[in-house]
């Protein structure tokens, strides 16, 4: 049952804020906010760990005792200063300025927002903020549907995006609207706390309704995760609806594990019990799943949960990944994107207190002084996996068991059409780059709001129509169908496995196209692939974005493009389809009119040269990269052969020749085309009656 309530957090939690300019002492360590050390008082009895070394639960950092200094990055000092991520931005919002300053724009990201401005304007910035929304599993109700598609239409750009991480994002949005939006946000049983800032971000699993032991231990371990590591003093509720928090019954479990203090991981009477008043050092992100769906990229985070059956499908515990994280920076070859690795196995009852001990290891060594390298798999790397299991044992509170083996990953899309096991179907629904807007976002609307539809968001930016009933498919089909949303053998294989991130024109970090991009690159591929003589339903898992960050983690795809330049891409070669492996950078700098001149040559040898069944990507790590640049160095096209009419499509040669003219002009070749019309007209006969 939910209730509402009206509460003011904080008040006596209040810190007596100086002049923002005031000058404060350089990091000593953490401590807590009265400046009384909270370590331990045992040291940590670990081989591996300096006889020195304490474990030690963080807040404030203190003045400067001692000559000796550490850095620390500019915006721990913002944390510091804000009073539980309130201050400044609880002023900076009120002003008529249509942007916020610095301490606010770190500030806002923890209420899930970003200020931006639209690159492609000259002569001044137009600023506005971007929104994004926290949606544990992608699970987003009727309710909560209907209301994002409003706010995008009435204070965004009237599109919704879907993101690589099962959430809402609401861009253009202008400041002086920002508390009507997320008022509207949270009084629709939704949230942006958390979505983006040194916390734990969204949790991942697998957006499909199955109602099956696993899958439902999966999505229920995902959102106790995501509500044991939600912020509790109250700054999201203080700043945009006046202190008021809409309340939701929380599990037992969640409570008593996020109270636990038997380990020394928590600030007592601090509240942030988990966080402190430093969060974490950098953003951190979790996703749950079961064994071979691997529809989350589950070892891209920093921490991944396998659930773990016995033979009648019960679930008995978890296996444990860590140390996953895509991004990186250009020519510092001391960042780089790393797939987590195994820690170790946990009984399903102690799974919160697994979590909580590894948030709290990173909270606690994880860099402060340089935000490059202030993700947990820079602590995993440096100290090796050995080491960090034995720190994260000391909050656990007992060894870890040994991780029990699992059978091959998949790549699992959830998409068309299939039965949840309760009687209903959900309906998996392909949205390129995750974009919803035009006549799709109105039939979309038509749909879920006709027939009362939940949703579920996926990781690979698609939407999934949930509790459908027999009776409602058909005409379901036909209305998506007339919008584009078709099944997905109607789809170009590319276009399903392919992802972008929004890059140009608001992203700041972006240095050259993605979202805007990868259309045309996309059609050029399949040009490519029918040049060579790759099949239609032949596919390679291509992922695109506009910065080294890998919002759309292109460094598991088989071949990625990463931006370095305008116009220009880095490509990145070797993933595999079931995003089990890294690639490797293959070339730097290449321009975006000269993609051809690397494709075809890829493409050529894979089609002649690969093994039975050989992926893309595992062609690629076979041949190596010097042959590779060997074929691309002394590639002069394909062999030639005599020009032949497809007689299947084409009767004469007359027919021929105009469809060829007509497809020149969408530079196509004509059986690109004649296939495309095709393909668009069985997709709108057989749709609405294949199901």
């Not at 890998?550 to 330049?565: I, K, N, Q, S």
């Amino acid at each position: 049952m939910t209730t509402t309530t009206t509460t003011t957090f904080g008040a006596t939690n209040m810190a007596v804020l100086g002049e923002p300019k005031v000058q404060i002492g350089r990091y000593q360590g953490l401590r807590s906010a009265n400046s009384l050390c909270l370590t331990r008082s045992r040291q940590v009895p670990l081989s591996s760990v300096s006889s020195s070394s304490l474990i030690r639960a963080v807040a404030t950092p203190p003045k400067p005792e001692t000559a000796t200094e550490t850095k620390r990055s500019k915006v721990e000092i913002f944390k510091e200063q804000s009073n539980f991520i309130r201050y400044p931005l609880n002023e900076e919002i009120l002003t008529d300025a249509p942007n916020i300053n610095e301490a606010a724009t770190q500030l806002i990201k923890f209420h899930g927002s970003y200020q931006q401005y639209n690159r492609d304007e000259r002569g001044g910035r137009s600023y506005s903020f971007m929104l994004r929304t926290k949606n544990p599993c992608g699970k987003v109700s009727n309710q909560l549907y209907l209301t994002m598609d409003d706010l995008a239409d009435q204070f965004g750009i009237g599109t919704l995006r879907l993101t690589t991480r099962q959430t809402f994002q609401l861009h253009g949005l202008l400041k002086k609207d920002l508390k009507t939006v997320m008022s509207s946000i949270i009084r629709s049983m939704g949230s942006t706390l958390g979505a983006c800032g040194d916390l734990n971000r969204n949790v991942l699993a697998p957006p499909a309704p199955i109602q099956r032991k696993d899958y439902l231990c999966a999505q229920q371990t995902a959102e106790n995760i995501a509500a044991l590591l939600t912020p509790q003093s109250g700054f999201y509720y203080d700043v945009w609806v006046d202190g008021e928090k809409i309340l939701t019954a929380e599990s037992p479990e969640v409570t008593k594990a996020r109270n636990d203090n038997s380990h020394g991981t928590n600030f007592p009477d601090s509240p942030e019990p988990i966080y402190g008043t430093q969060f974490l050092p950098r953003k951190f992100k979790v996703a749950v799943t079961v064994p071979t769906d691997n529809s989350v990229d589950i070892l891209t985070n920093d921490i991944g949960v396998v659930v773990v059956t016995d033979d009648n499908g019960e679930p008995q515990g978890f296996n444990l990944y860590v140390g996953g994280g895509m991004g990186r920076t250009h020519r510092m070859e001391s960042t780089f994107p790393r797939l987590a690795e195994p820690l170790g196995y946990v009984p399903k009852e102690d799974i919160l207190y697994a979590i909580k001990a590894i948030v709290v290891t990173q909270r606690e060594n994880g860099r402060r002084d340089d935000r490059r390298y202030s993700r947990m798999k820079y602590l995993i790397s440096s100290w090796g996996i050995e080491k960090f299991r034995s720190v994260v044992e000391q909050y656990y509170g007992k060894k870890f068991e040994p991780f029990r083996e699992l059978p091959e990953w998949e790549f699992k899309s959830h998409l068309g059409w299939h039965k949840q096991g309760d009687g209903s179907y959900y309906c998996g629904l392909h949205v390129d780059n995750g974009r919803i807007g035009g006549v799709m976002k109105q039939a979309l609307r038509e749909v879920i709001e006709k027939y009362n539809l939940s949703i579920r968001l996926t990781p690979n930016q698609n939407i999934i129509l949930c509790d459908i009933r027999s009776a409602w498919k058909r005409p379901i089909t036909t209305v998506l169908a007339k919008a584009g949303l078709l099944h997905p053998r109607f789809v170009d294989p590319l276009n399903l496995t392919a992802m972008a991130c929004p890059a140009f024109p608001l992203c700041p970090l972006a240095i050259t196209e993605a979202e805007r991009g990868i259309p045309d690159i996309l059609k050029r591929v399949r040009a490519v692939f029918e040049k060579v003589g790759l099949k239609y339903n032949e596919s390679v898992v291509i992922r695109i974005t506009g910065c080294p960050n890998g919002c759309a983690r292109p460094y598991m795809a088989e071949l990625g493009l990463v931006g370095d330049g305008p116009n220009s891409y880095q490509i990145w070669l070797g993933g595999t389809s079931n995003q089990t492996s890294l690639a490797k950078s293959f070339m730097n700098k290449v321009k975006v009119q000269d993609l051809e001149k690397v494709f075809e040559p890829l493409f050529y040898y894979w089609k002649r040269k690969r093994q039975s069944k050989e992926s893309f990507g595992d062609f690629t790590n076979r041949l190596g990269f010097e042959k590779l640049q060997e074929l691309v160095d002394k590639w002069e096209g394909p062999e030639a052969s005599p020009t032949r009419y497809n007689l299947k499509l084409f009767a004469d040669k007359e027919t021929y020749e105009a469809v060829d003219e007509l497809a020149k002009l969408q530079n196509k070749n004509a059986h690109q085309l004649a296939m495309e019309v095709i393909r668009n007209f069985v997709a709108s006969q057989q749709n609405g009656i294949s199901q």
